[in-house]
């Protein structure tokens, strides 16, 4: 996140956004699941499911470590 949007409440220094395809995923990711990337897990803090025609297609996720 860049410093505006950071208000040390809901998105703290460190917090990371990811745009994640959910093509193909058997669950929606929610808050308090993890994210593994390599060897650094983080925790999904927020997750929206923009939709376009109806459809989800991505998940715009608000990460912490």
Do not use: C, F, H, N
Request: proline share 5%; no cysteine; charged share 25%.
């Amino acid at each position: 996140y860049d410093e505006k949007r950071i208000d040390g409440t809901i998105v703290i220094k460190g917090d990371m956004e990811a745009v994640l395809s959910i093509k193909g995923l058997s669950i929606s990711p929610a808050p308090g699941m993890r994210l593994i990337d390599g060897t650094i897990d983080y925790e999904v803090i927020r997750a929206s499911i923009p939709e376009v025609a109806g459809l989800g297609v991505v998940a715009i996720l608000q990460l912490r470590r």
